[in-house]
């Protein structure tokens, strides 16, 4: 790199850590590109292979009413996955085969423990490798994933990028509802059967939700902070959700 394109990268750096905005892929320096495309990936991914497996269970839930609002949740994150894919394939992504070539169905084993770690050929978040055993498990899992979404995507709309910023608040609504139809299920099913199996769910995703929220924050992070595409540290916006979640579930006789 010549030593003006190097000044032309340290002036956007300077522009990006001031709060300034991107609007186009010709505008961002490769580094940043790298860390974009990543988080695009990671969020197509987690909601193709949540959709996926949620998918899987729709004809568990109990009555038509549960059916149509799993179906419609199952339908709106592939059409979230499909939005923020748009935005990637500016940047060349072949948008027309991206959701061929992957098996966004496939789960480990239930007490598999991989922590954070990504596995296979896709970028999905660490917790849709896990497999989704019957309705409780579904709506308690909705329940847990839905909120931390939320609170990710709230972080993630103040990004620097902005066709990209723009699409996570377009997106953030929707999920909001999602999690909100989740509490809804999660409250009848309390109420019908007792907190037994439900908190035993909430027990099994607790830990695999919170490993969404990454490690220990590092250099990483102070480069995504400089390119204003983070602002809050791992370790507070897991804190954000287990408040939140702690709030949520308390009065359901439930607890994280």
């Given amino acids: 790199m010549t030593s003006d394109g190097a000044d032309d990268t340290m002036a956007v750096e300077d522009y990006l850590s001031a709060g300034g905005k ?3 892929p010709e505008n961002a320096p490769p580094r940043y ?19 996926s497996g949620f998918a899987d ?3 568990t839930a109990p009555g038509i009413a549960a059916r149509i609002a799993a179906a419609q949740i199952t339908a709106e994150k592939f059409a979230h996955a499909g939005r923020v894919l748009a935005v ?4 060349g992504v072949d948008i027309g085969r991206y959701a061929q070539h992957l098996p966004w169905t496939a789960r480990l084993a239930r007490d598999a423990d991989i922590g954070a770690a990504r596995q296979g050929g896709d970028r999905r978040l660490s917790v849709f490798h ?3 055993e019957g309705w409780v498990d579904a709506v308690a899992m909705n329940v847990l994933m839905g909120r931390a979404t939320v609170v990710q995507l709230t972080e993630a709309a103040e990004g620097s990028y902005q066709p ?6 377009e997106i953030l609504p929707a999920e ?11 409250k009848r099913i309390v109420a019908d059967i007792g907190a037994g199996a439900a908190q035993a769910s909430v027990a099994y995703w607790s830990p695999r939700v919170a490993a969404t929220f990454g490690g220990t ?24 959700w287990r408040e939140d979640m702690a709030a949520r579930l308390s009065p359901l006789g439930l607890s994280v």
């Fill in 33 to 51: 590109r790298a860390e974009l495309l990543r988080i695009m990936a990671r969020f197509v991914d987690s909601e193709m292979a949540g959709a």
């Fill in 22 to 24: 991107l609007s186009a």
């Fill in 57 to 59: 269970v729709i004809n």
């Fill in 164 to 169: 990209l910023a723009d699409a996570f608040r």
């Fill in 130 to 132: 896990y497999p989704i």
């Fill in 217 to 240: 924050d590092g250099a990483r992070f102070d480069l995504l902070r400089r390119f204003g595409l983070s602002r809050m540290r791992n370790a507070d916006l897991l804190t954000r």
């Fill in 176 to 186: 909001t509802r999602h999690a909100a139809l989740g509490e809804e299920g999660l």
């Fill in 88 to 91: 990637m394939g500016e940047f």
